[in-house]
């Protein structure tokens, strides 16, 4: 082989070598891009809610009918041929005859137009904190759905792990049993089988577990995105939530003060928003004791007489209004109706306050507990756990102690694992719920209002 053939080979090669390179980079970057942390979950699942669409149309929608309830009833326009004689159906036989022309304009009662207008606007103003809330409400639940999806996921992996642990123990006993050495026996064996298997239906459990959550999660995320290409969640790590800036100062405060902080919620401003339009409701209602006027006015137009005489034209202008009479019956109770449902709002104001309030403190107590069992599991438990299962697992194999307790020994390290992963993941969920009670309006910028 001459040297530029041999140059031409190395070159082929190359360029094979570099074309395989690329595809594995593509292949991973694919697979990069494809990934999903509960950040970007979060970010999908609100951007693509129905819900929030809604709101938004719901909120123009009373914005264009305030401005609509502001405007005069179009003018009423009249055409009328008047006092035809029926002898003759002569135009100019009859000095009353004429071609009339009318124009007439109502007026509603005192300033309803102005009012009505105002309510509608003001009902209009509660839509941008309801969005709030619901954005926070969509972050609570993907973030629990997301974390119920991780602990089945780590629990899978931890029963993997110690599955092979209670496979070697399988091949200790089965060795011992066929060596006849120690106290190995029968029943030995089919103990350490017999866990294994129940290993097995608790992770045909847990696999259910995590379908069943990584489905939901998915409804959130594309259930309105026909053309969205799949993706795939990511549950490796276990998401560290940040609590709250306010929480150190908040868990500690009285009551009074966490009334007052809850008061710029967006569900309770959201409320604060209806109470005030019901407000306006009842200015409304108050103009119903005023009358209403209408306007009127017409030019008749008569033709010559039969002599050829001129005769002159007729206008006329005129006004009509209603006399409220009839007040204890109709307008006092119209009043009474619109107080009464103001008087109503600021219950649920108080009535959701209060409940915001004792959801909080159970959260904030929960939390405690939670974190001082994960210190304790951490600390104390796991490693003990740890110990106990390691020196019966070597007095059974120095002959000194029995299986069982080997197999009992493992099975509660397994279970402490399992558990001390149930109580960081509620302890996460429960920050999680302590952060959707404690959004503020202020929180959030303007493009959500």
Known sequence: MNFISLMKLLSRRSLLFVVALLAFYLKNLTASELSMTLTEAIALAQQNDPWLEGSKHRQLALEAQSVAAGVLPDPKVSLSLANLPVDGFDFNQEPMTQVKFGVSQMFPRGETLEIEAQRLRQLSEQFPYLRIARKAQVTERVTHLWLDAHKAKESILLIESNRSLFEQLIDIVQANYASTIGR????????????????????????????????????W??????NEPSR?????????IALHPQFKF???????ELVEYMTLSPQVVAVEKKITASKTNELLAKQSYKPAWGLNASYGFRDDDPNGNSRADFFSLGVSFDIPINTSSRQDNQVVVASSHTAKLKT??????RQWLAKFKSLNAKLQQLTERKKLFDDTLLPQMYQQAEAYLTAYTNDEGDF??????????????????????????TIASINYYLTQTTQVSGESK
């Open 184 to 219: 190995t026996r029968q029943q030995d064996l089919v103990r350490a089988q017999l866990e294994l298997s129940r290993l097995d239906d608790k992770l045909i459990q847990l696999e259910e577990q995590f379908q069943i959550a990584q489905s939901q999660i998915t409804e």
């Open 348 to 353: 649920e104001k108080w009535q959701l306050l």
């Open 232 to 240: 795939q969640l990511v549950f490796g790590k276990n998401p560290q």
């Open 250 to 256: 908040l868990r500690q405060a009285k009551d009074a």
């Open 404 to 429: 069982a307790e080997v197999v009992r020994a493992r099975i509660a390290q397994l279970n402490s694992q399992i558990e001390s992963l149930a109580i960081e993941v509620e302890r996460q969920k």
């Open 221 to 226: 995320l594309f259930s309105n995105l026909p």
